[in-house]
């Protein structure tokens, strides 16, 4: 499924985001930059040592990323050329700031990707996983970021969400339609 807004194709797959052929896909890091397991590990294994080599250089020169930060590498083996490593927020029952968190770990993401002027991105369901977010909500936001975030650039012009599950598909897609419908 996609749509056009402005000037942005947003698009749905179910797929593995180790195999997207965007300029930039965005892992769900965690603070450390030191890899883990998940889309992490994925992302690590199919892209070589080179990606970890940078994760390290930028830890040492600022201490790891932030909750709701990302920062930028090289993609190493991967079709993709760079990865963009945000840390989504931990489930902690959503009055510990979940959501302006994540919400900020899309934004940040497609506002790096802009000012390294990169013109198509993929994402995949950051903090859905080990970290616990509720899929149904942390799909609302990450659509209404996106949605947000090309309302006022016109670059990326393409972003993706790629989802491991058919019911993850589903439930953005069903986001997606929601939050246009009410933009
Ligand atoms: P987090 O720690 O932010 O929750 P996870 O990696 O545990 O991150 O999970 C985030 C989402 O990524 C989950 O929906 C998981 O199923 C999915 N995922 C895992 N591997 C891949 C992959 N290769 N491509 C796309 N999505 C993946």
């Known amino acids: 499924m996609h749509s056009l807004l402005n000037q942005t194709r947003v698009e749905f797959v179910r797929g593995d985001i180790t195999r997207q052929a965007t300029e930039a896909i965005v892992n769900a890091a965690n603070s450390s930059l030191l890899g883990g397991g998940g889309v992490d590990g994925?992302?690590?294994?199919?892209?070589?040592?080179r990606i970890l080599e940078e994760c390290k250089k930028i830890r040492a020169q600022q201490g790891g990323c932030p909750t709701g930060e990302a920062v930028?590498?090289?993609?190493?083996?991967?079709?993709?050329?760079?990865?963009?490593?945000?840390?989504?927020?931990?489930?902690?029952?959503?009055?510990?700031?979940?959501?302006m968190l994540l919400r900020s770990a899309y934004y940040n993401?497609?506002?790096?990707?802009?000012?390294?002027?990169?013109?198509s991105i993929a994402f995949p369901s950051i903090s859905t996983g080990a970290y616990g977010y509720p899929v149904k909500q942390a799909a609302a936001i990450a659509v209404a970021a996106v949605l947000e975030f090309a309302d006022s650039h016109s670059q990326p012009g393409l972003i993706r969400f790629v989802l491991f599950s058919d019911q993850d598909l589903v439930v953005y897609q069903a986001a997606w339609e929601e939050a246009v419908s009410s933009f």
């Open 109 to 119: 993401s497609l506002r790096l990707a802009q000012e390294n002027d990169i013109n």
């Open 42 to 49: 994925a992302i690590h294994r199919a892209g070589g040592p």
């Open 72 to 99: 930028i590498t090289t993609g190493g083996n991967l079709p993709a050329r760079y990865v963009i490593h945000t840390v989504g927020p931990v489930w902690h029952g959503g009055s510990h700031n979940e959501s």
